[in-house]
């Protein structure tokens, strides 16, 4: 079975800082997806990573990843209040073939303190 | 427009009680699911649509009957409701099964409460 393992869980910033959200996953996968959700809210897809090596960058936001290591990060740079969030990577568990659905990892929630 | 909207957006139902949830993609997708977002966040899935079939069932209990009238469109359906039920319950979609991207779009979910 698939497990998806982010960390941290809680991430507490002061704004202008840098810091790395990981996602760590248990099988061999090609597709690896970040999601963000304010409270209250829907998931908001922010990056689609399909191979080995893809790094996507949106803003403050970069995700990068390594499919050998079953490794994704999500970087943040200069961070500011707005980017507060709980923020999801999803792994898509079928390696070359797909059923679709996507196993989350337990989010990382992260508030951006001025 | 909203790609994937799903009614109601809040539910609250007492236990015993049978009740639906809708929704609907305008995105020409194949493939629906339901998520169940519990109240530590984490997200599940239940249920995988693709083009009106059965892909996935996860353990869920038979309470839970999806069904798709067509590929647009996924309802949920829950029998003699639990206090345990109460969750935010997610429609999805993405493109069709063998897709290189199946990347997830969702609805704007479904508070449920059981009291």
């Known amino acids: 079975e698939l497990k998806v393992e982010q960390n941290p869980l809680f991430l507490s910033m002061q704004e202008g800082k840098n810091y790395t959200i990981y996602c760590n996953y248990s099988?061999?996968?090609?597709?690896l997806y970040w999601y963000r959700q304010d409270p209250g809210k829907s998931l908001e897809s922010l990056f689609v990573?399909?191979?080995?090596?893809a790094v996507k960058q949106e803003g403050r936001l970069m995700a990068s990843l390594d499919t050998k290591a079953r490794l994704s990060t999500l970087h943040i740079t200069a961070a500011v209040h707005d980017l507060s969030a709980t923020y999801f990577c999803?792994?898509?568990?079928?390696?070359?073939?797909?059923?679709?659905?996507?196993?989350f990892g337990k989010g990382t929630k992260l508030s951006v303190k001025p | 427009d909203t790609a994937v909207s799903q009614t109601p957006k809040y539910l609250v139902t007492q236990m015993g009680n049978d009740k639906s949830i809708k929704c609907e993609q305008n995105?020409?997708?194949?493939?629906m699911y339901w998520y169940k977002q519990d109240s530590k966040k984490f997200l599940k899935i239940m249920f995988s649509y693709n083009n009106k079939e059965l892909i996935i069932n996860e353990t869920v209990p038979n309470r839970f009957s999806p069904k798709s009238p067509d590929k647009a469109h996924l309802n949920l359906h829950i029998n003699s409701l639990e206090l345990g039920d109460s969750a935010v319950y997610f429609c999805?979609?993405?493109?069709?099964?063998?897709?290189?991207?199946?990347?997830?779009?969702f609805g704007q979910g479904t508070r449920l409460t059981v009291v």
């Open positions: 990573l399909l191979s080995n090596g």
């Open positions: 099988t061999t996968s090609d597709r």
């Open positions: 999805a979609s993405s493109q069709a099964l063998g897709a290189m991207n199946t990347e997830a779009f």
């Open positions: 995105l020409g997708h194949d493939t």
């Open positions: 999803a792994v898509d568990p079928y390696y070359g073939g797909s059923q679709g659905n996507l196993i």
